[in-house]
């Protein structure tokens, strides 16, 4: 079983829709959750970070944990054309981090 | 800030040729540092992390290797590519005892013709 288990999509929504991202894991030993955000033919840059349970909320960006179910979600609201990347969860203790593989987004104006 | 200067962007090469990336930092001192590939489909797949000069780890064995001759300094290397080492290398950075995540340089997408 991968450590970190995320749906590649694609993932095609309307522009100004909620978009729903998730990702679940196996290690229990995760003690902070982050999402990343790759724009094609670029590097993952770091979108939000949240340690343990709980919401994190950073402009139109929602990231949750739930670590009792072992579950990763990442929400856009009013999504936008410029939203449209690949989304990578991820999971880590001790400095190491596991990546899921991504779930490719594509917002249509 | 912390920066990954990671050259070339594109790289077309043939098949059984050498290979060297390259991935220097800038901002921080005693990164750990690591090459990713990313191939479609298959996510991240880590193939070294060095926690400091000249300590390489390997996750997976193949042709490529790893060294890190300066502690902001960290390369890809291989004597003869594969068609199969096509992909798009990351190379990435995080701080020795910190849990705040990973930069990403800006990747280098190598075809091996």
């Known amino acids: 079983q991968k450590e970190v288990e995320q749906d590649p999509g694609p993932l095609s929504v309307p522009e100004g829709a909620i978009v729903s991202l998730n990702c679940t894991y196996s290690?229990?030993?995760?003690?902070?959750f982050m999402w990343y955000r790759q724009y094609s033919r670029k590097g993952p840059e770091l979108l939000m970070y949240?340690?343990?349970?709980g919401n994190k909320e950073d402009g139109r960006f929602t990231a949750q944990v739930d670590k009792s179910s072992k579950y990763i979600s990442l929400f856009i609201r009013d999504s936008q054309p410029s939203d449209s990347a690949t989304y990578l969860c991820?999971?880590?203790?001790?400095?190491?981090?596991?990546f899921g593989k991504g779930t490719k987004l594509s917002v249509k104006p | 800030s912390q920066t990954i200067h990671q050259w070339p962007a594109t790289l077309v090469q043939p098949v059984g040729s050498p290979l060297s990336l390259e991935c220097t930092v800038e901002?921080?001192?005693?990164?750990?540092l690591y090459w990713y590939r990313q191939a479609a489909g298959r996510g991240l797949q880590l193939l070294f992390y060095?926690?400091?000069?000249?300590?390489i780890s390997s996750e997976v064995p193949q042709n490529l290797s790893a060294s890190r001759p300066q502690d902001r300094q960290f390369i890809l290397s291989s004597k003869k590519l594969l068609l199969s080492d096509s992909g798009f290398y990351l190379c990435?950075?995080?701080?020795?005892?910190?849990?705040?995540?990973?930069?990403f340089g800006s990747g280098t997408r190598l075809t091996v013709v």
């Open positions: 901002g921080t001192s005693n990164p750990n």
């Open positions: 290690n229990s030993a995760f003690q902070y």
């Open positions: 949240t340690y343990s349970s």
């Open positions: 060095s926690v400091g000069i000249g300590q």
């Open positions: 990435a950075l995080s701080k020795s005892g910190r849990d705040e995540g990973y930069t």
């Open positions: 991820a999971g880590g203790s001790q400095g190491n981090l596991i």
